[in-house]
C-alpha cells in the first residue's frame, strides 16, 4: 500500500510539466475575490452604499434633463418640498426630470427624482403623496437591501468572469446595470403597502389632505398599459393599493 501510494505521488508529480492538474485550472484568486466581494455585500457601510447611490444619481442626472431652477416644473417642485431636504432624519435631494413618462424614483442617498409628465397629471396634493412614498421607500431602506442583493449577484458573475477590482468606483455599464435591478426594478407588495403607510401618515402630519393618496392611485389605475407610465412598471397594483388606504382615510 505505501508503495502503491508513492508511486501514484510520483506520477502526479512527473505529470505536472506535462498535464495542468485539475485543481490547477481553478482561479483561486477570482473565488478569493468573489468571496470577499460577497462578504463586503452583506457588511457594507452605509457611507460605503451612499457612494455607490451617489455615483449612480450623478449618471441618472446626466442622462436626463434636469429642470433648471427658472423652470416652472423646478419652481413648483420647490414649493412642495420647502423644508424637507432635512426630513425624519434624512437628507434629501429633490429635482424635476423634464420629459413626459408618468414616474418618480428615490435612493437610499436620499435622491429623489419627479417626473414632469407625472406632475402634469397630478395636483399638488397627488404630488406630495408621491414624495412622501418615495421619502417612505427611503426611510425604510428598501433601495439599500435591493443594492446589497445586487452586490450579491454581481460578486458572484465577477468570481468567474474577472478578476478586476471596483477600487470604490464603479463603471458607467455598472451603474446602469444596477439602476435596473435596483431603483426601475419593481417593488414588492409589502414594500409598497410600508411605502403607502409612510405616505399616509406623511400626509397627515404636514395637514395635507390625504385623500390625494387615493386620488393619485385612482389616476395611476387608470394609466395601465399606458405606455408613459413607467411608474406602473415599477410600483404594482395601483387599484388595490387605492382601496386598501381608501378604507385606513374612511
Known amino acids: 500500500m505505501y508503495r502503491r501510494n508513492l508511486l501514484t505521488l510520483s506520477a502526479l508529480v512527473s505529470g505536472i510539466s506535462a498535464v495542468t492538474p485539475v485543481w490547477a485550472q481553478f482561479n483561486f484568486g477570482k473565488i478569493l475575490e468573489a ?10 457601510t452605509d457611507e460605503e452604499l451612499k457612494g455607490y447611490f451617489d455615483q449612480m444619481a450623478s449618471q441618472m442626472d446626466q442622462q436626463n434633463q434636469v429642470a433648471p431652477g427658472s423652470n416652472p416644473y423646478a419652481q413648483r417642485l420647490n414649493k412642495m418640498v420647502t423644508g424637507l431636504q432635512n426630513y425624519d432624519g434624512l437628507r434629501l435631494n429633490f429635482k424635476v426630470y423634464v420629459t413626459p413618462q408618468v414616474n418618480a424614483f428615490a435612493m437610499a442617498n436620499g435622491t429623489i427624482r419627479v417626473y414632469s409628465g407625472l406632475m402634469d397629471q397630478f395636483s399638488d396634493d397627488e404630488v406630495r403623496y408621491v414624495i412622501g412614498h418615495e421619502i417612505g421607500h427611503v426611510k425604510s431602506g428598501h433601495s439599500k437591501a435591493r443594492m446589497q442583493a445586487a452586490l450579491r449577484t454581481s460578486a458572484l458573475r465577477k468570481g468567474v468572469q474577472s478578476s478586476n477590482t471596483r477600487a470604490g468606483v464603479l463603471a458607467n455599464t455598472e451603474l446602469g446595470d ?25 400626509m397627515k402630519n404636514r395637514k395635507y389632505n390625504a385623500k390625494a393618496c387615493v386620488t393619485a392611485l385612482d389616476k395611476l389605475a387608470t394609466l395601465t398599459g399606458d405606455t408613459s407610465s413607467s411608474f406602473l412598471s415599477t410600483h404594482p397594483s395601483p387599484k388595490d393599493r387605492a382601496d386598501r388606504l381608501r378604507d385606513h382615510i374612511t
Open 35 to 44: 468571496g470577499q466581494d460577497l462578504v463586503k455585500a452583506e457588511a457594507i
Open 178 to 202: 444596477l439602476f435596473e435591478k435596483v431603483i426601475n426594478a419593481q417593488h414588492s407588495q409589502a414594500n409598497e403597502r410600508e411605502a403607502d403607510d409612510y405616505a399616509l401618515g406623511f
